[in-house]
């Protein structure tokens, strides 16, 4: 077995929009990734918003709380083997969550859907990383498959390009292809051709820029499938990187105080940690969209739909292209899952690795661009492998407003900002401190 980490890289915004929200009239970041994407409000309409899917998020911990995802995170499977209650230092799976599933004041492009938490990695302090094992990894992929999850996000890899040679994650991801289960993973951020080490049936996404570009740190292969939006920066901005969930207390500023303490905040980050997400919440609005869909059929309506990526043998995706081309003539959402909560396990302390970036705030300022919010429809409740980089349900979700950039900076009386450091690394994830300096 191997280490894993997170993959999110290069550096991040952290932003408290408790504080921007108190400074009047705010609408949303500018959610360059969404557009660039094709997640538009026909294709959320089309696939139901991925009302009665269930969603692996095979991670750190997530934020049950955080408005964005209230009411729709089921309880947490942790089999990191802690103590502890799972709120670590650790952001990343919220961060992932809410690119797939948040619908408040930031829309996820499957903001119905519910999330079911797998941890797998989790704060090592004497590295300052967030690691975990690769045997964890492949027993978390089972237990999505057992427990109903119709797509798996890992936004993971090995800390060692091209050696994530884990039969055990293989093995694990045809269980759950034959289960019925998309699996997504990111391709990560070594900027090196990747050979296949999730075996052929994993949906491998490498990311792109604002500008609809590779990134730069995106690995590379003809095993890729797809790209999606992950950002790409040397000092990420919401217009950069892409914007999403956070909880607060995870991200410190040079002096060691934490960049933002008070609910709802938000995180600019970029990474294929990012880029697979999305391609997870296409999945989930396909199967919302004809619920017999097959893994096989997912994956061939989302790689069909894509447009050229230059240089590259795959495609970026067309979120809208894939839900309208394929758009039955009956449709109907899927009854929502009543959703089961799992038991903690007592498994070894994961070697796979997540880290949080360390961070410096920097002032700046802009003026909030006032927008108003169109709210979306109401939806029904609802091994071996190389490092990888990087409660019962809450109540129901609340709009939370947060501000549009155009280029224009927030005034730093009304927010806390943080440019944070993440260092790069061979998955979606980056090797980064949670106090958001680079290692």
């Known amino acids: 077995m191997s280490r894993v980490m997170i993959l999110s890289r290069i550096s991040a915004v952290v932003v408290g929009l408790a504080l921007l929200a108190s400074a009047g009239p705010a609408a949303a970041f500018n959610q360059w990734n969404l557009d660039q ?17 269930t969603v692996a998020v095979i991670d750190t911990w997530v934020d049950a709380t955080h408005p964005d995802l209230a009411g729709r995170v089921l309880p947490v499977i942790d089999l990191t083997g802690l103590s502890d209650s799972g709120k670590d230092r ?3 799976g919220t961060h992932v969550a809410g690119i797939i599933a948040a619908s408040g004041g930031l829309l996820g492009v499957a903001p119905a859907v519910q999330v079911l938490p797998i941890r797998v990695l989790a704060y090592d ?6 690691s975990g094992d690769s045997g964890i990894v492949a027993r978390g992929i089972r237990d999505a498959a057992d427990r109903g999850a119709r797509v798996i996000n890992l936004s993971l890899g090995a800390l060692l390009p091209l050696l994530f040679q884990d039969s055990a994650v293989r093995q694990a991801v045809d269980y759950a292809y034959d289960k019925g289960a998309v699996v997504v993973f990111a391709a990560g951020n070594s900027s090196i051709p990747l050979t ?16 609809g570009r590779r990134a730069s740190y995106s690995n590379t292969s003809s095993e890729v499938a797809v790209a999606a939006p992950g950002g790409d920066a040397s000092t990420c901005t919401p217009d950069s990187c892409v914007v999403s969930t ?6 410190t ?28 919440g296409e999945a989930a609005l396909l199967i919302a969209q004809l619920p017999s869909r097959s893994p096989a059929e997912v994956r061939r309506l989302i790689v ?5 990526l230059a240089g590259s043998a795959y495609g970026l995706i067309d979120i809208d292209k894939a839900l309208a081309q394929n758009a039955p003539q009956q449709e109907s959402p899927p009854p929502a899952p009543g959703g089961t909560g799992g038991s903690q396990s007592k498994s070894p302390v994961p070697a796979y690795r997540t880290t949080s970036p360390t961070a410096t705030p920097e002032p700046t300022q802009t003026t909030p661009e006032p927008t108003q919010t169109t709210p979306e429809p109401e939806a029904p409740a609802v091994s071996e492998q190389p490092e990888l980089r990087p409660s019962g349900p809450s109540p129901a979700p609340v709009a939370v407003p947060i501000p549009r950039s155009s280029g224009r900076r927030v005034p730093v009386a009304t927010a806390a900002i943080l440019l944070a450091v ?3 690394g061979l998955g979606a994830s980056a090797r980064t401190k949670p106090s958001g300096k680079a290692t």
Not at 246 to 251: A, E, G, I, L, R
Not at 256 to 275: D, H, I, K, R
Not at 304 to 308: L, V
């Open 37 to 53: 994407a094709g997640a538009t409000s026909r294709a959320r309409e089309l696939g139901h918003a991925g009302a009665g899917i």
């Open 90 to 92: 650790c952001w990343h």
């Open 125 to 130: 302090p004497d590295s300052g990383d967030c």
């Open 196 to 211: 296949d080490t999730y075996g052929s049936r994993a949906i491998l996404v490498a990311a792109t820029g604002p500008s």
């Open 246 to 251: 956070v909880p607060p207390n995870t991200m």
């Open 253 to 280: 500023n040079s002096d060691g105080s934490y960049a933002c303490t008070v609910a709802p905040c938000y995180v600019a980050a970029q990474g294929t940690s990012q880029a697979a997400p999305h391609v997870a």
């Open 304 to 308: 069909s739909a894509t447009r050229p």
């Open 422 to 424: 993440v260092g790069g």
